[in-house]
């Protein structure tokens, strides 16, 4: 078999055995795979000090004639970020990034911009440059390039075009907004401003570069937080394992 070279991140690794370790990565070419490192356990100078998760590497690997698995040829490391591994509350937001990521785009589904995005978040909460907003930027830009982008045009209900004025509703089952007229404002369906609303939209815009500082008011913050924490839960279907540690510390 022909083999592959690209850039990756490690999302995960798992022993095998005493000398072998199964290895998670998401690829900028070919998305998310799982590969045997072949020797990593034991000193392998193919992999030396670059299978920890969250590292960025260039990794060269084969596909195999039969089963899931890539075989690992050589992995070399590009950036660890060790700065995630220096803060627990940083090790939960990046593990939130990874597990989003792998819900988002499962194996044989590749993103070369959903891999360009976690790599920009995990140099930027590494870097410990306002970790919470590189946290929101993450959230709002996956779930739109995952093809889970919140509707800001029209009333999901009446179908009336926003025009950027006036307070709107957040209605989590249609991921949409809605109109003051269709909805009353309640835990389930919360109140969002004008300025919430445009600073999602500019999240949510591919051309718009990512950015740690939203240079948004704390209300903002707030409302963007449970706008998108609501919308994430209800299309994923389920709270994240990551998520469960990261809302007692008050980190979302
Ligand atoms: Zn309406």
């Avoid at 920890?52 to 596909?63: A, G, I, K, P, W």
């Avoid at 089963?67 to 660890?80: A, K, Q, T």
């Amino acid at each position: 078999m022909e083999q592959k070279k690209t850039e990756a991140i490690i999302l995960r690794t798992k022993d095998l055995g005493e000398s072998d370790l199964i290895v998670t990565f998401f690829s900028s070419i070919y998305g998310n795979l799982k590969g045997v490192a072949k020797g990593a356990l034991r000193s392998s100078k193919r992999f030396v000090n670059s299978l920890s998760t969250f590292s960025l590497v260039d990794v060269e690997f084969r596909e195999r004639s039969s089963g899931d698995l890539v075989l690992l040829e050589s992995c070399e490391l590009l950036d660890g970020f060790p700065g995630i591994r220096s803060d627990y509350n940083l090790l939960l937001r990046a593990s939130y990034m990874v597990e989003m990521t792998e819900i988002l785009f499962p194996s044989n589904v590749p993103s070369s911009e959903m891999f360009q995005l976690l790599r920009w978040a995990l140099g930027s909460i590494s870097n410990q440059q306002n970790a919470d907003e590189s946290m929101i930027s993450f959230q709002a830009r996956a779930m739109k390039i995952g093809g889970f982008g919140i509707n800001l045009s029209t009333c999901s209900r009446c179908g009336r075009q926003y025009k950027g004025e006036g307070r709107a509703l957040f209605h989590p089952p249609s991921g949409s907004i809605v109109c003051l007229g269709c909805e009353k404002e309640s835990i389930v369906t919360p109140g969002i401003e004008p300025d919430t609303i445009h600073a999602l939209h500019r999240l949510q815009s591919s051309e718009r570069p990512l950015s740690n500082r939203l240079e948004c008011s704390d209300n903002v913050v707030r409302e963007l937080k449970a706008v998108l924490t609501s919308h994430i839960e209800h299309c994923l279907g389920k709270r994240l394992k990551s998520a469960k540690y990261l809302y007692p510390v008050g980190c979302q």
